[in-house]
């Protein structure tokens, strides 16, 4: 897949990750790379951004048993802003799509 797709859309992935469930890092990373052929690392800026923007706060978490994790939350915000990218993100593949396919002909 073409990089620059991804990097367009990566920060929207882990948005709609945390967005379902707070997760530690390696989780997020595991999970994009079952999904989208990621390098290795690629998460843990985006996460750092996010938290800088202040859309994602963390907290540690010894329930694994071995040591603490460092687990990621959305805020307010960060909810909010998940869900206005989604749909921007949304009506922009579907507006890719009728022209891919034909259907907006000038």
Same mark, same amino acid.
């Given at each position: 897949?073409?990089?620059?797709?991804k990097k367009g859309v990566l920060e929207?992935?882990?948005?709609?990750?945390?967005?379902?469930?707070?997760?530690?890092?390696?989780?997020?990373? !595991?999970?994009?790379?079952?999904?989208?052929?990621?390098?290795?690392?690629?998460?843990? @800026?985006?996460?750092r951004k996010l938290k800088s923007d202040?859309?994602?706060? $963390?907290?540690?978490? !010894? !329930?694994?048993?071995? @040591? @603490?994790?460092?687990?990621?939350?959305? $805020?307010? $915000?960060?909810?909010?802003?998940?869900?206005?990218?989604?749909v921007e993100w949304l009506a922009f $593949?579907?507006?890719?799509?009728?022209?891919?396919?034909? !259907?907006?002909?000038?």
């Amino acid at each position: 897949m073409n990089s620059q797709y991804k990097k367009g859309v990566l920060e929207l992935c882990v948005l709609s990750l945390l967005y379902r469930q707070d997760c530690y890092g390696y989780d997020v990373s !595991e999970y994009l790379s079952k999904h989208i052929e990621i390098a290795d690392g690629t998460v843990y @800026p985006i996460l750092r951004k996010l938290k800088s923007d202040g859309f994602v706060t $963390t907290y540690l978490s !010894e !329930e694994s048993g071995g @040591p @603490p994790r460092k687990y990621y939350s959305l $805020t307010k $915000t960060g909810k909010e802003e998940y869900l206005k990218q989604k749909v921007e993100w949304l009506a922009f $593949t579907q507006a890719i799509g009728h022209l891919l396919e034909g !259907e907006d002909q000038a």
